[in-house]
């Protein structure tokens, strides 16, 4: 397995070359400028502008501006935002916890959901409770993130007054309540991206566990008299799960992408909000760095999901 995971980081380069190079040319001919606001304010003049603008290089070839970006990437530097004045790199690190907490805890979630619900309903298809979960799944991920965040904050802060709506990172506790705090403020955005994620899993897995009780192998299995649990446990859930692992790690895109929103929503401060802060104010420097981060992440997941087939698979092998 070590030649092979050594291969995929090393094809890992050029990907994410190709990605950086697609990034960065899209955000300099994008229009707006990030010294917008020092040339509408009088007090600053218009040298000084230009001067902050030769400093940064913003007036040169693009091709020049890239590659001295990729040295610097290279070399560790990240850039410096234009708008909070430090390093990228101490932004996103502060940044980019949360998000990995908010997103790792839904993702729980989900599986919580699916897993069991999926695979129940695929033992006893168009059962009642077969049919009461297909209900709820296309109702689940046919409802977008920003809908329910406001239907959760509607009924949980609102209404019944029992969590908090706006993620405070400033929080004046310490020892238990600290982590409370905490929790209570998780909730809602935890549970808006794992339910959407949960009712979109549930499907493919009642569907792959499906396929595959019906195969020969598992009947097979059956007539050895060993016990039902042990034959959907260990022969059909085992081998369903592979297509799901590709769909979890296919979808992570867009799960990064529903977190943004659900940051949004609730003030979470991750890395979604800062990518959105840097957008509204054209802060070059972060965005490039926040979605190359972001394309990294994406990269490493479908290469965790390759590593996964082995483990549910045997006949899989890494050469």
Do not use: C
């Not at 977008?144 to 993620?167: A, E, H």
């Not at 034959?231 to 859930?237: D, L, R, S, T």
């Not at 802060?283 to 290469?303: C, E, G, H, K, Q």
């Amino acid at each position: 397995m070590g030649p092979y995971i050594l291969r995929r980081l090393l094809l890992m380069v050029p990907s994410l070359l190709g990605i950086s190079v697609v990034l960065f040319t899209v955000l300099a001919l994008a229009p707006g400028d990030p010294f917008e606001e020092l040339a509408t304010n009088p007090n600053v003049p218009a040298e000084e502008r230009l001067m902050l603008r030769a400093k940064f290089g913003l007036d040169d070839p693009v091709w020049q501006r890239y590659f001295r970006w990729l040295f610097a990437m290279l070399q560790g530097d990240w850039g410096f935002s234009f708008i909070s004045r430090v390093d990228v790199d101490q932004l996103i690190l502060q940044r980019v916890p949360v998000t990995l907490a908010i997103i790792g805890a839904s993702q729980l979630v989900a599986l919580a959901i699916a897993l069991p619900v999926g695979i129940y309903s695929a033992t006893r298809p168009y059962s009642l409770f077969d049919q009461v979960a297909n209900t709820l799944a296309f109702i689940g991920f046919s409802l977008p993130t920003f809908f329910t965040g406001i239907l959760f904050i509607l009924l949980f802060s609102i209404t019944l007054d029992w969590l908090p709506f706006v993620y405070r990172a400033d929080i004046q506790a310490s020892g238990w309540q600290w982590w409370w705090e905490h929790l209570k403020q998780s909730i809602m955005p935890v549970m808006v991206l794992g339910l959407f994620q949960g009712a979109s899993w549930t499907r493919y897995v009642r569907s792959a566990v499906l396929d595959v009780i019906r195969l020969d192998y598992v009947t097979t299995a059956r007539s050895k008299g060993l016990a039902e649990r042990v034959v959907i446990i260990k022969h059909a859930v085992r081998n369903g799960l592979i297509p799901v692992v590709t769909l979890v790690a296919l979808q992570m895109p867009a799960v990064f992408g529903g977190a943004i929103v659900t940051e949004q929503i609730f003030r979470v401060p991750g890395i979604g909000s800062l990518l959105i802060d840097a957008i509204q104010r054209n802060d070059t420097p972060v965005i490039m760095a926040v979605t190359f981060v972001l394309a990294i992440l994406v990269i490493l997941f479908n290469l965790l999901a390759d590593l996964l087939y082995g483990v549910l698979d045997p006949r899989i092998t890494y050469r």
